[in-house]
C-alpha cells in the first residue's frame, strides 16, 4: 500500500507541475504561437500577477481581515484585468509596429522586461516577498496514512482545467473568439468581410497577458515571489509552445503534461539541473523528427 501511494503522489505532482506549465504557457500561445510575436516580457506579466496578488491580500489583511482566506478567489480575476490592460496598453503603443519583424520584437520586448522588473523593484524592492496562503489552502486532503493531496495543488490543478475550458468556448463558441480565429489565419480576407483586425490583435495580445498574470497569482502559493521570478518560466513556456506545435492548444496541454511528468520523475533520481538537462535532450531528440513539435497543422488555430 506504501508503494502505490508512493507513485500515486508522484503521479498527482507530475499533473500538479504540468498544470502550472499549462498555465504559464496557456497565455504564450496566442502571442507567439498564433501573433508570431516573440514576447520576452510574458514572464513579467507572470510577475506583475503575483504582485497583484500580493497587493490583494495585504488589501484583506488590512480592510477585510474576516475574507482573508477568500482573497485569492479575488485575485485570479484581478490579476487576469491588470495584464489584460497592460498587455493592451503595450500592443497599442510598442508591439503593433513589430508585427512581421521578428528580432525586433524579441529585442524591444526583452527592454520592456527589463523595465517592468526595475519598476517592481523600485515599488515593492528588491528582496522578494510571501504572499500568505489561505487557511483553507494549506491543509491537504489525507486518502490514507500514506496518500495525500495538498490543496494548494489541487486549487491550481482546478484553475488550469476551469481556464482550458473558458478558453476553448471563447475560441469556438462565441463572436469574439471566431473572430480572432479569422484574423490570426488570415487577415487580409478578415479585414475585408469587416473585421477590425487591429482591434482583434489588442484583444488577443492582451488575453495572452491576462492569463499570464494568471499563472503569476496561482505561482504564489508555492513560494515567495520577486522581481526577477518571470525569467525562471520564460525558457520553460517557450519551450512548452514549440513541442506543443504553435498554435495549437491541445498540443500545449500534452506537452506541459510530458514535461511535467518528466521533470518530476526525474527529479527523483538526480538533481534538478541534470533533470532539466535531459528533459532539453529528449525535446532536442523530439524536434529533430517532429521540426513543427507534436501538434502541427498548415492552418494555425488554437483549437
Same mark, same amino acid.
Given at each position: 500500500?506504501?508503494?502505490?501511494?508512493?507513485? =500515486?503522489?508522484?503521479?498527482?505532482?507530475?499533473?500538479?507541475?504540468?498544470? @502550472?506549465?499549462?498555465?504559464?504557457?496557456?497565455?504564450?500561445?496566442?502571442?507567439?504561437?498564433?501573433?508570431?510575436?516573440?514576447?520576452?516580457?510574458?514572464?513579467?506579466?507572470?510577475?506583475?500577477?503575483?504582485? !497583484?496578488?500580493?497587493?490583494?491580500?495585504?488589501?484583506?489583511? %488590512?480592510? /477585510?481581515?474576516?475574507? =482573508? +482566506?477568500?482573497? @485569492?478567489?479575488?485575485?485570479?480575476?484581478?490579476?487576469?484585468?491588470?495584464?489584460?490592460?497592460?498587455?493592451?496598453?503595450? *500592443? %497599442?503603443?510598442?508591439?503593433?509596429?513589430?508585427?512581421?519583424? !521578428?528580432? +525586433?520584437?524579441?529585442?524591444?520586448?526583452?527592454?520592456?522586461?527589463?523595465?517592468? #522588473?526595475?519598476?517592481?523593484?523600485?515599488?515593492?524592492?528588491?528582496?522578494?516577498?510571501?504572499?500568505?496562503?489561505? #487557511? /483553507?489552502?494549506?491543509?491537504?486532503?489525507?486518502?490514507?496514512?500514506?496518500?495525500?493531496?495538498?490543496?494548494?495543488?489541487?486549487?491550481?490543478?482546478?484553475?488550469?482545467?476551469?481556464?482550458?475550458?473558458?478558453?476553448?468556448?471563447?475560441?469556438?463558441?462565441?463572436?469574439?473568439?471566431?473572430?480572432?480565429?479569422?484574423? $490570426? #489565419?488570415?487577415?487580409?480576407?478578415?479585414?475585408?468581410?469587416?473585421?477590425?483586425?487591429? *482591434?482583434? +490583435?489588442?484583444?488577443?495580445?492582451?488575453?495572452?497577458?491576462?492569463?499570464?498574470?494568471?499563472?503569476?497569482?496561482?505561482?504564489?502559493?508555492?513560494?515567495?515571489?520577486?522581481?526577477?521570478?518571470?525569467?525562471?518560466?520564460?525558457?520553460?513556456? =517557450?519551450?512548452?509552445?514549440?513541442?506543443?506545435?504553435?498554435?495549437? $492548444?491541445?498540443?500545449?496541454?500534452?506537452?506541459? $503534461?510530458?514535461?511535467?511528468?518528466?521533470?518530476?520523475?526525474? *527529479?527523483?533520481?538526480?538533481?534538478?539541473?541534470?533533470? %532539466?538537462?535531459?528533459? =532539453?535532450?529528449?525535446?532536442?531528440?523530439?524536434? #529533430?523528427?517532429?521540426?513543427?513539435?507534436?501538434?502541427?497543422?498548415? *492552418?494555425?488555430?488554437?483549437?
Amino acid at each position: 500500500m506504501k508503494n502505490i501511494s508512493y507513485w =500515486f503522489s508522484n503521479i498527482f505532482n507530475a499533473l500538479s507541475v504540468g498544470s @502550472i506549465y499549462i498555465l504559464i504557457a496557456m497565455g504564450l500561445v496566442i502571442t507567439f504561437g498564433l501573433m508570431k510575436i516573440i514576447n520576452m516580457a510574458h514572464g513579467e506579466f507572470i510577475m506583475l500577477g503575483a504582485y !497583484t496578488t500580493y497587493v490583494i491580500q495585504n488589501v484583506f489583511e %488590512k480592510y /477585510w481581515k474576516s475574507f =482573508f +482566506d477568500y482573497y @485569492i478567489l479575488v485575485a485570479i480575476p484581478v490579476a487576469f484585468i491588470v495584464g489584460f490592460f497592460i498587455g493592451v496598453f503595450i *500592443e %497599442k503603443t510598442i508591439v503593433k509596429r513589430l508585427y512581421e519583424r !521578428t528580432l +525586433d520584437s524579441l529585442l524591444l520586448t526583452w527592454g520592456i522586461s527589463l523595465i517592468l #522588473q526595475q519598476l517592481v523593484r523600485n515599488i515593492f524592492g528588491a528582496p522578494n516577498v510571501e504572499v500568505k496562503t489561505p #487557511q /483553507w489552502m494549506s491543509k491537504q486532503i489525507n486518502f490514507t496514512s500514506h496518500l495525500f493531496i495538498p490543496s494548494r495543488r489541487l486549487f491550481i490543478l482546478v484553475v488550469a482545467i476551469s481556464l482550458l475550458i473558458l478558453m476553448f468556448i471563447l475560441l469556438n463558441k462565441t463572436v469574439i473568439g471566431l473572430r480572432i480565429k479569422a484574423v $490570426l #489565419q488570415n487577415r487580409e480576407i478578415a479585414s475585408a468581410l469587416g473585421i477590425n483586425s487591429e *482591434e482583434i +490583435d489588442s484583444l488577443s495580445f492582451g488575453i495572452g497577458t491576462g492569463l499570464a498574470g494568471v499563472a503569476g497569482c496561482c505561482l504564489t502559493m508555492l513560494g515567495p515571489i520577486g522581481p526577477s521570478m518571470g525569467t525562471n518560466y520564460i525558457i520553460d513556456a =517557450f519551450m512548452i509552445v514549440i513541442l506543443g506545435g504553435m498554435g495549437y $492548444l491541445p498540443g500545449v496541454i500534452i506537452s506541459s $503534461l510530458i514535461i511535467g511528468f518528466l521533470k518530476t520523475f526525474f *527529479e527523483l533520481n538526480m538533481s534538478t539541473t541534470m533533470a %532539466k538537462v535531459l528533459i =532539453f535532450i529528449i525535446i532536442i531528440l523530439i524536434l #529533430q523528427f517532429k521540426p513543427h513539435g507534436l501538434y502541427y497543422r498548415p *492552418e494555425r488555430s488554437a483549437v
